[in-house]
């Protein structure tokens, strides 16, 4: 009988520390994917998306190596939100069909990990919260998060707030201690899901 997965979500607010929290699911034995990274990979290898944005907006948002200039687009998409609406259409999709691939791929292995933990950003924002099994919401205060990272922008203004990221997920923690904390955390989350 083939044993799926357990898909599991990480998401929160800007510079709460969901990449440190999916390094420690790493560490904890779960097999852990990026939807940043997936994005990169979307904008390098996507040719029809590639070609989508081109007639859109030109040359204007490539390098001159060919690639995808996320910059350029940022520029854009962050000083319209017809523009940012237009480019999320286009994206999400793509990277949320890439995850799905991920995830039939590790069901199909002879020995599938018992957890499969995605860092998805904007989990609510896009409604891909239907995708996975449980989800689990990492917090910071919002001083410590403008320490963490130059000017936490905008962006954060358009995000689900983190109280209700909070109470829609599975499992939820304030990220305002240490790297232990967190892990330890991580690894009580870990143990419940694998131990039921």
């Keep these: 009988m083939e044993r799926r997965p357990l898909a599991v979500a990480i998401t929160g607010g800007i510079a709460a520390g969901k990449s440190e929290a999916l390094a420690s699911f790493a560490r904890h034995g779960s097999a852990v994917a990026s939807s940043d990274e997936v994005v990169h990979r979307v904008y390098a290898q996507d040719e029809t998306l590639k070609a989508e944005l081109r007639a859109r907006w030109g040359d204007d948002v490539f390098g001159s190596d060919g690639e995808v200039d996320r910059a350029a687009i940022g520029r854009i998409v962050f000083a319209d939100r017809g523009e940012l609406d237009w480019l999320e259409q286009q994206v999400h999709p ?101 131990s039921s």
């Design 94 to 194: 793509r990277v949320r069909a890439v995850n799905r691939a991920w995830l039939e791929e590790l069901a199909a292995r002879h020995e599938p990990p018992a957890l499969a933990v995605v860092e998805v950003p904007l989990l609510y924002e896009t409604g891909a919260e239907a995708g996975f099994d449980r989800v689990v919401a990492i917090t910071a205060p919002a001083e410590l998060r403008e320490r963490r990272r130059v000017g936490v922008d905008d962006r954060a203004a358009r995000l689900v707030p983190d109280d209700e990221k909070v109470r829609r997920a599975d499992f939820a923690f304030v990220n305002d201690g240490t790297l232990a904390e967190l892990d330890a955390f991580v690894g009580s989350v870990v143990e419940r899901l694998t």
